[in-house]
């Protein structure tokens, strides 16, 4: 994972209300050339994926009832949502252990340097990824870190790790508890509470985490954020050499399972 980013607003244009429905023709397009060339055995998939991911023109879409947001804010751009959406329009072109390995992989993805993945996601959308990984993935980093980090240090005073302080976190990074947070969001975007999205399930949404990371980064000052930034990168590797453990262990038992010899079913007799 990269070490550091400045962070730089703005700089991606996808389709705006009026170019909408050439945006959707032409994202119908990039799908049914993507599943011809995935028919095709000699075709490297990552590539021929992120060579359509390079090309996406739509901000976000509604399909099979499940909304997908691809660009938060028109700065931070989420690859693996769209991966997650292509792969999922060419039915079981991708074998999942591989699709699962790179949705939950490092980034740049495995196999790629950072000059290949700036290369062929295109400046602008490698920008606004760097976006989106500092300003939602690394930020929900930071938020665990410092959970544990208040966890660890309530049990060192004898209290029970078990108490409920998450507001304590939110104190910490932003200065606010939560609803108070929320008040803010909803005054600045004009977000309002639906049957269908309650504030319990915004705060886990990427656009309130990267309107935190936005907030955050102007009131901090730059060491804090410096040392934030560090202790959110080393909290998701943990988390990542914790995933890779657990897939190397599944692989094993899915291996050990394979060569034991399949068992003879018991009959069940009839009943006359």
């Avoid at 509604?62 to 947001?69: A, S």
């Avoid at 938060?72 to 292509?86: I, K, Q, V």
């Amino acid at each position: 994972m990269t070490e550091s980013h400045t962070y730089e607003p703005g700089g991606l244009t996808l389709a705006a209300d009026a170019d909408r429905l050439q945006a959707e023709v032409q994202a119908d397009n990039l799908i049914d050339d993507l599943r011809a060339r995935l028919n095709d055995e000699n075709v490297d998939w990552k590539k021929a994926m992120f060579s359509v991911i390079a090309e996406w023109p739509l901000p976000d879409e509604d399909v099979d009832g499940e909304h997908y947001t691809y660009l938060l804010d028109g700065e931070a751009f989420d690859w693996r949502s769209l991966a997650d959406r292509l792969i999922k329009a060419c039915e079981d072109a991708v074998d999942p252990e591989e699709m699962e390995a790179l949705l939950l992989g490092s980034d740049p993805p495995d196999g790629m340097t950072d000059e290949e993945f700036v290369r062929i996601l295109g400046f602008e959308k490698h920008r606004a990824h760097l976006n989106y990984l500092y300003g939602v993935t690394v930020e929900r980093g930071l938020l665990l870190a410092t959970e544990e980090s208040i966890r660890k240090r309530r049990v060192s005073r004898g209290f029970s790790p078990g108490d409920d302080h998450i507001d304590d976190a939110y104190v910490d990074l932003y200065r606010a508890l939560i609803d108070e947070l929320l008040t803010e969001y909803s005054k600045d975007t004009g977000w309002t509470s639906t049957s269908k999205e309650t504030k319990f399930n915004l705060v886990d949404s990427d656009a309130f985490t990267y309107w935190l990371f936005k907030r955050r980064f102007k009131l901090a000052e730059p060491a804090r954020l410096a040392s934030d930034t560090r202790k959110a990168l080393e909290q998701l590797e943990r988390m990542r050499l914790a995933n890779v453990k657990r897939q190397a262990a599944l692989r094993i038992y899915r291996a050990q399972v394979a060569k034991e010899p399949a068992k003879k079913r018991k009959r069940t007799p009839k009943v006359t």
